[in-house]
């Protein structure tokens, strides 16, 4: 009994221990006086429910009392470090041949790595159902054993529907291969790294998961099934795609930017003097260009409206009180962002320099409006005119302003554009589809999603 690797005492007729092992020792946490201290060697009991417990109410002290083997009670020790020990008492009792009870033994099951493992379990069946991913357990053969509320809300099955059926229910038939692969490498002991892979829903709709796959042992460590632990991934392949669209608008716009800076700086060179003039004017016109692509980038490529991308083109210029903006709210498409931008700046520049913006107490009106035009679509038209300005100029006559709002911006909308120079400064008019100028609703959705 010194040798047992399990707690066991004995006790006379009178209930005084007379022998207990080291691992009783190492249970009760301190050694009794043998032939002195009665029924337990326990420094302190209590009950289950934490209630202080007399030595004579023990396990060991009722069978004796009442004469009757008593298997697997259980009390609490507590030790005199304080740390309670639970633990299940199986008291015998020790007779002579004629029956006279001289004594019992008794045999205490320490349960602390028992409560642990149900503590664990306790905490894995916890994390388990409250995981945001589906966990899903199957038996060797495939057949579901366990399903959590993750797993209904991704494949549409609720528990009693789905456990005792096969895992192949959620598999597409094209995929079936990958089921037979997975139970392969499970029954080797290998664990399935994570890989993405569609799957079944209830209502037949596919869903993209990613999916691991780790196996299950036993007790005595035989793979007796599988876990399976599924994320959606639907939130990340639709980010993916509207990446991919994203990149794609992105790649087109910033061609549309190469195609202007070309342009821009192509007629720039016919117009000026010296290379620091042309440095000077290319500088300019492409800081005009990025401001009105920093509110496309602010706005996610949704477009702009004209009242803000005229504030953005002309803050440099002139004071809200020397400008004059009417119209109606018009969310322009990307394009027209960048080509009425465009023409703003040129407007700006020439105002600013030889127009109603050069002197004091010029002002500058700017008007936009819709009308139906004959072929039943809308007409989109737009006036820049300068007030109280020296006079005509025809600084714009053969510069690339002119070109921009003679024929770059309003080609690039699919409209006409008229260039005056009136007795107080330049009339700019433009006229284009309402359709090249607003963006849509479908574009506005799809930018959005993006």
């Known amino acids: 009994m010194e040798a047992l690797p399990v707690a066991v005492y004995t006790v006379d007729k009178q209930g005084r221990i007379t022998f207990f092992n080291e691992a009783a020792a190492d249970l009760w946490g301190h050694r009794p006086v043998i032939g002195r201290d009665l029924w337990c060697g326990c420094w302190k009991l209590r009950h289950l ?12 002290a009722i069978s004796m009392l009442e004469g009757r083997d008593i298997p697997w009670d259980q009390a609490i020790a507590e030790r005199p470090d304080g740390e309670l020990v639970p633990f299940r008492a199986h008291p015998r009792l020790l007779r002579d041949k004629s029956g006279e009870i001289l004594g019992a033994i008794n045999t205490l099951l320490d349960l602390r790595t028992q409560t642990q493992a149900d503590e664990a379990r306790m905490r894995l069946a916890a994390i388990v159902e409250s995981s945001m991913d589906a966990i899903v357990s199957k038996d060797i053969n495939g057949i579901i054993t366990s399903w959590n509320d993750a797993a209904e809300h991704l494949f549409g099955y609720t528990p009693a529907e789905a456990v005792g059926r096969p895992v192949t229910m959620l598999i597409p038939p094209e995929r079936l291969g990958e089921e037979a692969s997975i139970i392969s490498r499970i029954r080797a002991g290998e664990r399935v790294p994570s890989y993405e892979t569609m799957r079944l829903r209830k209502d037949g709709s ?44 992105v790649n087109h716009r910033v061609k549309n930017q190469y195609s202007v800076i070309i342009s821009m700086i192509r007629e720039t060179s016919r117009s000026a003097g010296t290379p620091a003039t042309f440095l000077e004017q290319v500088r300019e016109r492409i800081s005009a260009l990025s401001q009105s692509h920093d509110l496309l980038v602010d706005a996610e490529w949704r477009g702009a409206t004209i009242g803000d991308l005229i504030k953005a083109q002309l803050k440099a210029f002139a004071a809200q009180d020397r400008l ?9 498409q ?14 700006a520049t020439n105002s600013a320099k030889y127009g109603a913006l050069s002197r004091h107490g010029g002002r500058v009106e ?3 409006d819709t009308a139906p035009a004959t072929d039943r679509t809308d007409a989109f038209r737009l006036t820049w005119r300068e007030l109280d300005g020296p006079g005509i100029s025809g600084t714009m006559h053969r510069g ?5 709002l003679k024929r770059v911006a309003p080609q690039a909308l699919s409209g006409t554009g008229q260039l005056e120079f009136g007795e107080q400064g330049v009339v700019w008019t433009l006229q284009a589809p309402l359709r090249s100028v607003q963006a849509s609703f479908a574009d506005f959705e799809s930018i959005e999603g993006t």
């Open 49 to 60: 429910d934490g209630r202080p417990m007399a030595h004579g109410e023990c396990p060991m």
């Open 206 to 249: 596919l869903v993209p998961v990613s999916l691991t796959v780790s196996p299950i042992r036993d007790g005595i460590g035989r793979i007796v099934g599988a876990s399976k632990i599924a994320r959606d991934i639907s939130p990340h392949k639709e980010s993916e795609r509207r990446i991919r669209l994203l990149m794609r608008e």
């Open 324 to 332: 004059s903006v009417a119209g109606p709210v018009i969310i322009l």
């Open 334 to 347: 990307p394009n027209a962002v960048q080509y009425l931008g465009i023409a703003f700046h040129e407007l």
């Open 366 to 368: 700017i008007e936009w």
């Open 400 to 404: 690339f302003g002119s070109v921009v």
